[in-house]
Nanobody
Framework: RLVESGGGLVQAGGSLRLSCKASGAIWSVFSPSTLGWYRQALGKERELVATITSSHTTIYDDSVKGRFTISRDNSRKTVLLQMNSLQPDDTGVYYC?????????WGQGTQVTVSS
């Protein structure tokens, strides 16, 4: 299971750093896997906003490109999301999961609220 933290309330233009810890995951499963951060705004479908492969190649949705940075630390089985220049449209619950996502790996998510 993946456990997210680091969300909160921030003004537009501010920053937050999200963390995701793979609780109970085996290193040999986590390390070679592609992981991502997903976002779900109220009333909308969950969307993938940032991806990082086992070789640390990163892919971003156009809506966050240039503002968000995804990184990983395999030794700690952790995935991070640095979010800068936050905008009200970034508001939502943020989840991490494998890419493609695994049903049994969804955590509770962490709420990010950006005020204008």
């Amino acid at each position: 299971r993946l456990v997210e933290s680091g969300g909160g309330l921030v003004q537009a233009g501010g920053s937050l750093r999200l963390s995701c810890k793979a609780s109970g995951a085996i290193w040999s499963v986590f390390s070679p896997s592609t992981l991502g951060w997903y976002r779900q705004a109220l009333g909308k479908e969950r969307e993938l906003v940032a991806t990082i492969t086992s070789s640390h190649t990163t892919i971003y949705d156009d809506s966050v490109k240039g503002r968000f940075t995804i990184s990983r630390d395999n030794s700690r089985k952790t995935v991070l999301l640095q979010m800068n220049s936050l905008q009200p449209d970034d508001t939502g619950v943020y989840y991490c999961n494998y890419v493609p996502s695994r049903t049994d790996s969804w955590g509770q998510g962490t709420q990010v609220t950006v005020s204008s």
